[in-house]
């Protein structure tokens, strides 16, 4: 039977304005983390150049490190944060956050090689990790549990500039200076949002917690490392059997796995995995991670299409990605709404099939598609992606006691951010793999536009060479296609009927972490 509280006091129902300024520090924190991703997707054909050899492109798989040091990073560091907020303070943690990202950033920038580029790219996904869990733990605080439903409404939109903004600023630092200011830019910022959090944030006093996992993270986070590191490393060797393949890949699996059967015994484990018992979370931990493998590692590749077969400047590309983020910005706050009102399973399908119906126009793309066409994919698969994820993150949450509610977010965010990874290095690899198929009918990829490489060539040879890239991006989201498909499958077992909240009354929950 379902647990109904009380009417809240007026107070506990009013937006005040100091929540909303609350509000703004989070904000600020998460618009810099997310701003950063989709910078830095648009600036990968840049990587690919200016850190090659001897007038050699650096291989796609090699670049897109970058992204995936920065998710792993992320994923590394978000169970960690619970604990070490409750150790350390909120207020003093998320500044130390914001400092790590902003010192990560600014090295970045004085990056002079692809190695020293994702390194510091991990220092920033320390701090980028730990922004959004601490940022909706302040709120959580700050606004109590009647007001989070408006709250998590306001602070969607803003939130979703990121995705609209980066790739468009991306562009026009690239075009206008250089890559270095892609990362400079968050110098201002950074220092801002450390000086608004110092003022405005509530002091807090830490207390001890539960014990740290140091068994299970000395095991989980060098294993996934070692396994994303081998399936990366498969488009450089050509084959799976190689041993810079095999090896990292085999001992990350193994770690991977004795973590899994090691996480049942200790009291506190660095992933709660019993948390899957709970029919709902399951299916939408499943649910979230297919979606976040096909989505994100596909969205990867839409940037370099845009520069490299289509030969448009970083600017344009980023114009041309923005519609994507314009759609998730019309349904996720509805979305969100009416997973409060009517079952998830009723909701979610209906955003996968935007999805499925973008996947499945993209992979009729050609070295000739028309913008409109481009741009008219963007924007469906948008509003898929605004009506999917806030009800799958609600479905999990919704149903957990208010105790494993902590536990079931840093789950479900986690699981997400290694989906993440997981796609990035499964499309870039299917995707290198499929130009080296085509390497016989063309150069480099983007030295089309060299003119020796096109006098040598000629017209048709350019133009052949760029039909067949353009295949090889076309075959790469044939896997995404079959991805949602089995999304769609695993979301049909989402709570069709509304579902029993076992959340107690004056025991309020912690908030879900938002996804980037």
Not at 91 to 102: D, E, N, P, S, W
Not at 237 to 256: D, F, T, Y
Not at 412 to 440: H, R
């Amino acid at each position: 039977m379902t647990e109904v509280a009380p009417p809240a006091a007026a107070d506990d129902q009013r937006i005040t304005g100091d929540i909303l300024k609350i509000a703004g520090v989070v904000v600020l924190g998460a618009i810099m983390s997310i701003l950063d991703i989709t910078v830095v997707n648009v600036a990968l054909p840049t990587f690919q150049t200016t850190f090659g050899t001897e007038g050699q492109p650096l291989p796609y798989s090699t670049v897109a490190w970058t992204v995936t040091g920065y998710t792993l990073a992320l994923a590394t560091v978000i169970p960690l944060t619970g604990w070490a907020a409750d150790r350390f303070g909120t207020k003093r943690l998320y500044m130390t956050a914001i400092g790590l990202f902003t010192i990560g950033s600014v090295l970045c920038a004085m990056a002079t090689n692809i190695n020293m580029l994702i390194g510091f790219r991990v220092l920033q996904g320390l701090g980028g990790g730990m922004l959004m869990p601490l940022g909706m733990t302040i709120m959580t605080k700050a606004a109590g549990p009647h007001r989070m439903g408006r709250l998590m409404a306001i602070l969607g939109v803003p939130m979703l500039l990121g995705p609209i903004g980066g790739p468009i600023l991306g562009g026009w630092l690239i075009d206008a200076a250089s890559w270095h200011w892609i990362f400079l830019i968050n110098l201002p910022i950074g220092l801002a949002a450390l000086v608004y959090a110092f003022l405005v944030l509530p002091k807090d006093a830490p207390h001890p917690s539960e014990t740290f996992d140091f068994v299970g993270m000395l095991m989980m986070s060098p294993g996934l490392a070692l396994f994303l590191y081998g399936v990366s490393s498969i488009p450089a060797e050509g084959k799976i059997g190689a041993p810079k393949v095999l090896i990292p890949g085999i001992i990350g699996l193994l770690l991977v796995v004795s973590f899994v059967l090691y996480s049942f015994k200790p009291k506190h484990p660095l992933l709660d995995l019993r948390l899957f018992r709970n029919r709902n979370l399951a299916v939408s931990i499943i649910t979230m991670f297919l979606f976040a493998v096909a989505f994100f590692g596909g969205l990867l590749l839409v940037p370099t299409y845009f520069q490299q077969i289509r030969g448009l400047s970083v600017l344009h590309a980023g114009l041309l990605v923005a519609p994507q983020g314009l759609g998730a910005m019309m349904t996720m706050p509805i979305a969100g709404t009416l997973s409060d009102k009517i079952p998830v399973g009723r909701i979610v399908p209906f955003g996968l099939l935007f999805i499925l119906a973008g996947m499945i126009s993209l992979t009729q793309i050609t070295s000739t598609t028309s913008y409109a066409y481009l741009i008219v994919t963007l924007f469906v698969m948008g509003l898929g992606m605004g009506g999917t994820m806030m009800p799958i993150m609600t479905s999990a949450l919704k149903t957990l006691r208010a105790a494993e509610v902590a536990r079931g977010s840093t789950l479900l965010n986690i699981t997400q951010q290694i989906a993440s990874s997981v796609g990035v290095a499964i499309m870039s690899v299917i995707l290198t793999n499929g130009l080296k198929d085509k390497q016989l009918a063309m150069p480099a990829i983007g030295s089309w536009q060299d003119p020796a490489i096109a006098a040598k060539l000629g017209p048709a040879g350019i133009e052949e060479g760029l039909a067949q890239a353009a295949q090889a991006f076309a075959d790469t989201y044939w896997v995404a296609v079959g991805l949602v498909l089995l999304t769609v499958v695993a979301a049909l077992f989402l709570p069709r009927k509304r579902e029993v909240s076992h959340l107690a009354d004056g025991e309020p929950a912690a908030a879900p972490v938002i996804m980037h």
